[in-house]
């Protein structure tokens, strides 16, 4: 089976209201389960695309001061 991780995970968050997004980021983040990375990555990846160049870099700050 070949399944599109990106297609899937904006698939099942497409209809999900601001509040309910969150919550699934903090129940992923809180699981501490390695299965979730991916779909955390494929929400990254839409956040660094849809960020501005100055957003990019406030986001390569923080990352870089929490290593």
């Given at each position: ?11 099942n968050?497409?209809?999900?209201s ?50």
């Open positions: 089976m070949n399944v599109n991780i990106r297609e899937y995970i904006k698939n968050f497409k209809d999900s601001i509040e309910e997004l969150k919550d699934s980021i903090l129940a992923s983040i809180e699981s501490k389960d390695e299965v979730v990375l991916p779909g955390l990555g494929v929400l990254f990846e839409i956040l660094w695309n849809k960020s501005t160049t100055d957003s990019q870099n406030k986001i390569l700050t923080t990352l870089h001061d929490s290593m």
